[in-house]
């Protein structure tokens, strides 16, 4: 079965960078693309940004032009995320979340989530 | 603030039918740009509930309905349950961002 599995929760101060992975099991890892969504606390969804796991192409919310780079390592079929410059706002659970898309219909969607992770900053 | 415009919350007494709006605009929604909907229980991860404007993914109930009109999309939900209860999550693309928005979310509350 298709399971995402997150890293650990995470402690970071001000100023410094967190990289959150996500491993991919049960499916061919090149063949979908990987979202990141991230939710503060109290507060509703963000789209973070897009790897595709074959190329390495990105696509990142303007938001965090300069501060996000994703990632992917085919060998252990993980995706990778690293926020930098983090500041108290950027305390949320992560999420990678796979996009499925259906050819014959044109639709695509998240289909399935990692457990999420804890990145919390703090001085 | 998100693009995509939901209520905050909404209620309803079990048995019930609710609706949930999200709003958009010309670059997103009202360009035709398909619409999901997430349902998302306290402590969980989101799970898909409806893709495509309108379709259901095999498993969800057909309480659940999806429908568009315009630059606006509506997620229905017939004889409301209290398992129903949760933030309910719009979602589209939008051309000018080049990217995903979700709507803000809103909290289903069953009497």
């Known amino acids: 079965q298709v399971l995402l599995v997150q890293s650990g929760g995470e402690v970071k101060k001000p100023g410094a960078s967190v990289r959150v992975s996500c491993k991919s099991s049960?499916?061919?890892?090149?063949?979908?693309?990987m979202h990141w969504v991230r939710q503060a606390p109290g507060q509703g969804l963000e789209w973070m940004g897009w790897i595709n796991p074959s190329s390495g192409g990105t696509n990142y919310a303007q938001k965090f032009h300069g501060r996000l780079t994703m990632t992917r390592d085919m060998s252990i079929n993980t995706v990778h995320m690293e926020l930098s410059s983090l500041r108290s706002d950027d305390t949320a659970i992560y999420y990678c979340?796979?996009?499925?898309?259906?050819?014959?219909?044109?639709?695509?969607?998240?289909?399935?989530w990692g457990q999420g992770t804890q990145v919390t900053v703090s001085s | 603030q998100s693009v995509l415009t939901q209520p905050p919350s909404v209620s309803g007494a079990p048995g019930q039918r609710v609706t949930i709006s999200c709003t958009g605009t010309?670059?997103?929604?009202?360009?035709?740009?398909?619409v999901r909907w997430y349902v998302q229980l306290p402590g969980s991860a989101p799970k898909l509930l409806i893709y495509?404007?309108?379709n259901r993914p095999s498993g969800v109930p057909d309480r659940f309905s999806g429908s568009k009109s315009g630059a606006s999309a509506s997620l229905a939900i017939t004889g409301l349950q209290a398992e129903d209860e949760a933030d309910y999550y719009c979602q589209s693309f939008d051309s000018s961002l080049n990217g995903i928005l979700f709507g803000g979310g809103t909290k289903l509350t069953v009497l």
């Open positions: 049960g499916y061919r890892f090149t063949a979908y693309y």
């Open positions: 979340a796979r996009d499925y898309y259906d050819t014959i219909g044109n639709f695509n969607f998240f289909d399935y």
């Open positions: 010309s670059s997103n929604i009202g360009a035709d740009y398909h």
């Open positions: 495509g404007d309108t």
